[in-house]
C-alpha cells in the first residue's frame, strides 16, 4: 500500500487505531505518524514559535477581541472554542499544519489530521499537492456514539483531556444530567451535518455501519486503494490512447 495516504472523518471514527494498526502491520513500522493535534496544542503553548507568534499579534485585528492567552494555552481546546469560537482556532489549527506541510515536517511520515483539518480547503490543497490519497472513513453515528462515550470515560478515569470540544460538551451534559452518550452522538450528528459533502471529497470512501476490528477496516481500506489505483492507471492509459490517436491524425 502507498504509504502516502491520509485517513479523515469524524472525531470517534476509529482514524487513529485503524492508522495505527495499517502503519504497524502492512507499512511494517517504517512510517510514523506525526499528531497535528499534538502539534497544534504545542505551537498553542509555545508563544514564541513564528505562527503562534504572528497569530496573537494579529487576534484582535482579525476577530475583534482580545485573546485570552490563558485559555488559549490550555491542554482542552473546547475552552478556547467555547471562549473565542471554532473559527478563531481551526484558523490557528490550519495555520500550524499548512506550516508542516511546508517546512517538511510530514516527510516519509504519515499525517495524523484532528477530525475537522480536512475542511479547510488550504488543507486539502497541501494534502494533494503533496500527492497524499485521501480516504474518508465513513463510520455510522451509533459505532461513533460508542467510541466517543468509551473515549470520555476512559478519559476521565485517567484524569486526561481527550478531543477537547467533545470533552466539553460531555462534561456540560453531566453538569445538567443529561445522558452523556446521547449529547456525543448529537454532537457529532452535527458535526457530520456540517462536514458530510467537504469529507465526501476525498479520493476514497470506506463505510463502515457496524463495529469492526482494525485489522478488517484496514483490509477495507486496502482493497478501496486497490481498486483507486485500478481506476486511475485505466484512466490514464485511456487518457494516453486517446492523445497518441490525435496525434496520429
Request: hydrophobic share 35%; charged share 35%; aromatic share 10%.
Amino acid at each position: 500500500m502507498n504509504s502516502k495516504f491520509v485517513i479523515v472523518g469524524l472525531p470517534g471514527s476509529g482514524k487513529s487505531t485503524v492508522c495505527g494498526y495499517i502503519l504497524q502491520n502492512i507499512c511494517k513500522g517504517k512510517v510514523a505518524p506525526v499528531s497535528t493535534d499534538k502539534a497544534v496544542l504545542q505551537a498553542r503553548q509555545n508563544h514564541d514559535f513564528p505562527v503562534t507568534k504572528k497569530y496573537i499579534e494579529n487576534f484582535e485585528k482579525n476577530y475583534g477581541e482580545k485573546l485570552d492567552l490563558e485559555v488559549f494555552s490550555l491542554e482542552n481546546d473546547g475552552a478556547f472554542i467555547k471562549k473565542h469560537g471554532e473559527t478563531a482556532f481551526r484558523d490557528f489549527e490550519e495555520a500550524v499544519i499548512i506550516d508542516m506541510f511546508e517546512n517538511n515536517k510530514f516527510k516519509g511520515k504519515y499525517p495524523d489530521l484532528g477530525g475537522a483539518a480536512f475542511m479547510r480547503e488550504n488543507t486539502r490543497r497541501a494534502i494533494k499537492k503533496n500527492k497524499y490519497l485521501s480516504i474518508y472513513l465513513k463510520v455510522s453515528p451509533e459505532v461513533i456514539g460508542d467510541y466517543l462515550y468509551k473515549d470520555y470515560m476512559e478519559s476521565k478515569a485517567a484524569g486526561v483531556v481527550k478531543r477537547g470540544n467533545y470533552t466539553t460538551c460531555a462534561d456540560d451534559a453531566a453538569a445538567e444530567g443529561r445522558d452523556v452518550r446521547e449529547a456525543l452522538v448529537e454532537f457529532s450528528q452535527k458535526h457530520r451535518k456540517e462536514r458530510e459533502t467537504i469529507y465526501e471529497k476525498a479520493d476514497i470512501v470506506v463505510y463502515v455501519n457496524k463495529k469492526e476490528e482494525a485489522a478488517n477496516v484496514a483490509m477495507e481500506i486496502m482493497d478501496a486503494v486497490k481498486k483507486h489505483g485500478e481506476i486511475e492507471r485505466r484512466g490514464f492509459y485511456n487518457m494516453s490512447l486517446r492523445k497518441k490517436k490525435q496525434s496520429a491524425k
